[in-house]
């Protein structure tokens, strides 16, 4: 069953608002052939939820004390009520949060960090970017933002300390 989900066109629809929560189901449902109750299917579909990174959120505090930090993630409604519930007191040491299903954009789209710069104020070239996908990262140089792609927490405590340097 796992092996059939994609992120694939209407996976990315969702993420952006395009499909509601109801129609993306439905649609995965045929996907993945899943006959199981809608809790089961909310169970396996909030799974991919494991941990924090203890070495990234860390940092956070002494961050923000020097610096706005922000969230941006590719994200639909469902998830979002999960991961703000379970990831509350990480979630509160960012300055503002930003999901694509609210700005009806996602990473790696231009239109994504342009619209976080739009709100937050702040120019994309004085934006430091972290993201561990490489396309995501990718996306966020070609738009203007400084981007470090994360594929270790080292890579984060790095690139700040070069930033702060």
Known sequence: MCNRFQMDTAYEQHERGQLSASQYFSYLRNVVEFKGSDESFLKGWNAVFVREVKDVVDLLPRLKSKVPIYLLTNSNPTHEVF???????????????????????????????????????????????????????????????????????????????????
């Open 83 to 165: 991961w703000r519930d379970a990831y509350f007191n990480t979630i509160k040491l960012f300055t503002d949060t930003f999901v694509s299903s609210t700005l009806g954009h996602r990473k790696p789209d231009k239109a994504a960090f342009d619209a976080v710069a739009r709100k937050t104020g702040v120019a994309l070239r004085s934006i430091l970017f972290f993201d561990d996908t490489i396309e995501n990262v990718e996306g966020a140089q070609a738009a203007g933002l400084r981007a470090v792609h994360v594929t270790d927490p080292s890579d984060v405590r790095r690139a700040l300390t070069l930033e702060h340097a």
